[in-house]
């Protein structure tokens, strides 16, 4: 599974497009039928999100009245006052708490899923491959069926309703190891780990110096595609907390649209709430996407 | 030569205390937070109430196979199988030939911007399905959507269309996700490949559908597991498209039914539901991996 990923030669991002000679063959109808679908498909991915910058924009009123893809009066930061204002901040709250889930939990699950992958990938040891399905059957236990499990026994230690209940179980991602070891397997030579031995550098300290350095874009990866799914999570905080100040955005945004019909204010909220609970996300992935499209690109696949 | 085996040995000793290092701590936590659950689901999906007299206190006995039995009969949890498989049936089909076009049209010399196209199709997926759900929701709502023309006519969130609308959201998040798997998987086949076709005279679209789809088949196997499992596992958009919608129940998904049954509460049948469903899950997307592999062999 991970030898052809190992000895291949890879492209990478830029150096691509087959040579002009055959481009210049292509017909102008084909060219023009492929813009218009990509076109197309612009539209229909953007199109949502442009609807909700814009909504985010308007007074209330404005909201039902005027084109809903076009701007009226100006109103954003008044929206963002009366968000983050409203009930004393708590969405500020919730928005620290999905980082702090996000961010520590992806972190650490980074860290662990990166020893894990190298150790397997650099180090022979009884039940090496065993000990990799397991893992690799992890990767096919969806995080929503293990929510309702994880309720029962966190309930048993009386620790629902609690940061660890969502925090503990994020930090977990077979995945990750997955990514780790193919990726170690192709990018750290064992020439490399031998002449480290012989400078008497320890295995442990060699990893954290050099194979991490090596392993970056996929680590970036890693910690990427974990912090969404985390920030994204749904059910496990759902099932695990009661307590509102303990919500990520995701949650409290969801609880807030169920009570729209009650409290129709709230609408609005809901709105602008939607668009800043995204902007963190596309930042850090515009930001990174050098390292996680490579990251991708070399070790995601096979 | 006495000197490098002791060295030797030694090294053995640290490799050891290294891989414990390298190893416990994702170690101890996947036997935690994903051996122990699965365990403790089994063990509490053989548990049953019983209660002495109407009134009595309630206490949890070894009930054997019971709950399984209430989980084979209960059929609001059959049709949100059957439904799910349905909307997996269309949805992940659509959604994987939209994300192969798409890859194929942006490896090919037919389009310019492919930077812009790729990141404009990516974005949706740092959209969280719940945020998504509820920005469809109020775009399918007639009273606020800008498509009035469209939603005036048809009810998007009537009880016959609501599937495909939720079906819809989950396919704008995740298009743009698995077309970057494949289009990296396209961006790794050697050039060399191609000049052989050129000299041919073969055109694009016969490279794509001789050269490049045979050679991305592995990466639509992965995307297609993927997508299976998420399909098998929908709660977040149904879940919110609750508040725009009745005809989405309680039971529309199977984890809805699991939500729903386990906050009755009745922990057990919820239980035991899981364990079934994971089941299904795992064969299900074994069995594709199985199928296909076969057929990329011969």
């Given at each position: 599974m991970t030898e052809s990923t190992d000895t291949r030669t890879l492209r990478t991002q830029g150096t691509k497009k087959p040579a002009r000679d055959g481009g210049i063959r292509e017909s102008a109808v084909s060219r023009t039928v492929a813009m218009a679908v990509m076109i197309v498909a612009t539209l229909y991915f953007l199109t949502p999100l442009w609807w909700l910058l814009v909504a985010s924009t308007k007074t209330r009123s404005d909201f039902t009245t005027t084109n809903p893809l076009w701007f009226a009066d100006f109103a954003l930061f008044d929206n963002v006052a009366a968000l983050v204002t409203y009930r004393d901040g708590v969405f500020l709250q919730w928005l620290a708490n999905s980082a702090l889930y996000a961010g520590v939990g992806a972190l650490l699950a980074t860290l662990f899923a990166a020893m894990a992958g190298y150790a397997i990938a650099k180090y022979t040891f009884r039940g090496r491959e065993t000990l990799f399905n397991v893992i690799l059957g992890g990767v096919l236990v969806p995080a929503t069926a293990l929510a309702l499990p994880l309720f029962l026994l966190f309930s048993q230690a009386g620790a629902t309703n609690t940061i660890w209940a969502v925090l503990l179980p994020s930090l977990v991602s077979p995945f990750g190891v997955y990514l780790s070891r193919i990726y170690a397997a192709a990018s750290v030579p064992d020439e490399i780990i031998e002449a480290a031995r012989i400078d008497g550098a320890g295995e442990v300290r060699t990893f954290f110096t050099v194979a991490t350095r090596l392993m970056a874009p996929a680590l970036v990866t890693i910690f990427l595609f974990q912090f969404v799914a985390i920030w994204n999570n749904f059910f496990l905080p759902l099932i695990m907390l009661r307590d509102e100040s303990l919500f990520p955005v995701t949650l409290g945004l969801y609880v807030w649209n169920t009570q729209v019909s009650q409290i129709p204010d709230i609408r609005a909220l809901v709105v602008i709430g939607s668009l800043l609970s995204i902007i963190p996300l596309i930042v850090t992935f515009l930001a990174l996407q050098r390292f996680w499209q490579s990251g991708l690109a070399n070790g995601g696949l096979k | 030569m006495a000197r490098d085996t002791a060295v030797k040995a030694s090294n053995a000793v640290s490799h050891k205390k290294a891989l414990a290092v390298f190893l416990i701590p994702f170690g101890s936590l996947f036997v935690l937070f994903y051996v122990v659950p699965i365990l403790y689901a089994i063990y509490q999906s053989l548990l049953t109430v019983e209660r002495e007299g109407t009134f009595g206190p309630a206490v949890q006995v070894f009930g054997g196979l019971t709950q399984y039995i209430a989980v084979f009969q209960n059929e609001p949890f059959w049709a949100s199988i059957g439904r799910v498989l349905l909307f997996g049936v269309v949805q992940v089909p659509v959604m994987l030939g939209v994300a192969l076009l798409l890859a194929l049209l942006l490896d090919s010399p037919l389009v310019r911007g492919t930077k812009f196209f790729r990141l404009a199709f990516f974005?949706?997926?740092?959209?969280?399905s719940v945020i998504a759900a509820i920005m469809w929701g109020f775009l399918y709502s007639p009273n606020l959507s800008p498509f009035t023309a469209v939603t005036s006519s048809v009810n998007f969130l009537s009880a016959e269309l609501v599937l495909w609308s939720i079906a819809n959201v989950v396919t704008w998040v995740y298009v743009g996700y698995n077309m970057l798997i494949i289009y990296s998987a396209l961006l790794s086949i050697p050039q060399e490949i191609y000049e052989a076709a050129r000299l041919d005279g073969a055109g694009q679209f016969r490279i794509a559908f001789s050269i490049k789809i045979p050679l991305v088949v592995p990466a639509l196997v992965l995307t297609g597991i993927f997508s299976i499992i998420g399909t098998l596992q929908l709660l977040a958009e149904p879940q919110v498209f609750q508040s725009f919608s009745n005809a989405v129940t309680s039971t529309f998904t199977p984890n809805l039914t699991i939500y729903s049954t386990a906050s009755v509460p009745n922990i057990s049948l919820a239980a035991a539901m899981s364990v079934v469903l994971a089941l299904a899950t795992f064969v299900l997307s074994f069995t594709v991996l199985k199928l296909t592999q076969r057929r990329t062999a011969s």
């Open positions: - | 974005a949706p997926y740092a959209v969280p």
